[in-house]
T-cell receptor, first 112, second 113 residues
């Protein structure tokens, strides 16, 4: 089992709809969770982080964390073509210091 | 702040040659990370430093890879000798402290022929 798992996609979403991305992790003691966006040929860019169970909203993005079920999700509301990118989930496992483990990413395509 | 600065942006070299990648982290960030990204393996942590000291190098593939951080504003990743399977995008990232996520540099695309 991979430490951090994501569906590779592509996730095809009509413009204006909600994109829902999921990520599961294996280390139950993981402390902090991050979502990065990576455009083709570019570097990953941090868009959200969450530490506690529940929802965290930032603009059109909502991160959801459920530590009991070991999953974290990202919702993108009112999806725009500019949201087309690969979204990487990253987890800070317990006792890993400041080391993040990344999932393989989910490619999102927003169609006008 | 100019962000994390990496050089060169692209590097094409012949098998067997030495390659040196460079990184300048964001000022004040105590952590520096070297990652490698390929289509097959995704983002893999190679090594990271805290206050210029290597903390975890378990991801360094083999003895051909070495990394140094002589001061808080500069780090190098060296591959000697390089092999075609080293072809990848190498990212440097920095972080102010645990739990704050990373800021990535623009990356170095390495091609070994």
């Amino acid at each position: 089992q991979k430490e951090v798992e994501q569906n590779s996609g592509p996730l095809s979403v009509p413009e204006g709809a909600i994109a829902s991305l999921n990520c599961t992790y294996s280390d139950r003691g993981s402390q902090s969770f991050f979502w990065y966006r990576q455009y083709s040929g570019k570097s990953p860019e941090l868009i959200m982080f969450i530490y506690s169970n529940g929802d965290k909203e930032d603009g059109r993005f909502t991160a959801q964390l459920n530590k009991a079920s070991q999953y974290v999700s990202l919702l993108i509301r009112d999806s725009q073509p500019s949201d087309s990118a690969t979204y990487l989930c990253a987890v800070n496992p317990k006792a890993a210091g400041n080391k993040l483990t990344f999932g393989g990413g989910t490619r999102v395509l927003v169609k006008p | 702040d100019a962000g994390v600065i990496q050089s060169p942006r692209h590097e094409v070299t012949e098998m067997g040659q030495e390659v040196t990648l460079r990184c300048k982290p964001i000022s004040g960030h105590d952590y520096l990370f070297w990652y490698r990204q390929t289509m097959m393996r995704g983002l893999e942590l190679l090594i990271y430093f805290n206050n210029n000291v290597p903390i975890d190098d378990s991801g360094m593939p083999e003895d051909r890879f070495s990394a140094k951080m002589p001061n808080a504003s500069f780090s190098t990743l060296k591959i000697q000798p390089s092999e075609p399977r080293d072809s990848a995008v190498y990212f440097c990232a920095s972080s102010p402290r645990t739990g704050f996520g990373y800021t990535f540099g623009s990356g170095t695309r390495l091609t070994v022929v």
